[in-house]
């Protein structure tokens, strides 16, 4: 599975941004997914995920009411919508795929795939 992460940018703090993971070579339908982020000198950590069939979502305690995860399987994408956003979500984000079943795992070494990044900027 190839993932290509879109839709990063710089944004002022209480704005939005969308980004879209979009998945080739491989059906998205039988992973579950992540997003994960991170920071300058900081430890990737994750974000928000969801199940396979998009039954599940959990989210980082900091991002709750924020943040939206959700996903489309005919059309291979998985999107995280960033509402209200801090100057303390500025980081590169990844979106990443791992076999279903595992209950949406915190720990990034458990994921099987991965995206390039995107780098989301939020100014205060």
């Known amino acids: 599975v190839q993932l290509q992460a879109s839709g990063g940018g710089l944004v002022q703090a209480g704005g939005s941004l969308r980004l879209s993971c979009a998945a080739s070579?491989?059906?998205?339908?039988?992973?579950?997914m992540g997003w994960f982020r991170q920071a300058l000198r900081k430890d990737r950590e994750f974000v928000a995920g969801?199940?396979?069939?998009?039954?599940?979502?959990k989210y980082v305690d900091s991002v709750k009411g924020r943040f939206t995860i959700s996903r489309n399987n005919a059309e291979n994408t998985v999107y995280l919508q960033m509402n209200g956003l801090k100057p303390e979500d500025t980081a590169v984000y990844y979106c990443?795929?791992?076999?279903?079943?595992?209950?949406?795992?915190?720990?990034?070494?458990?994921?099987?795939?991965w995206g390039q990044g995107t780098q989301v900027t939020v100014s205060s």
């Open positions: 969801i199940t396979w069939g998009g039954g599940m979502t």
């Open positions: 070579g491989r059906t998205l339908s039988i992973y579950d």
């Open positions: 990443a795929a791992v076999r279903a079943g595992l209950g949406l795992p915190l720990i990034r070494n458990l994921y099987d795939y």
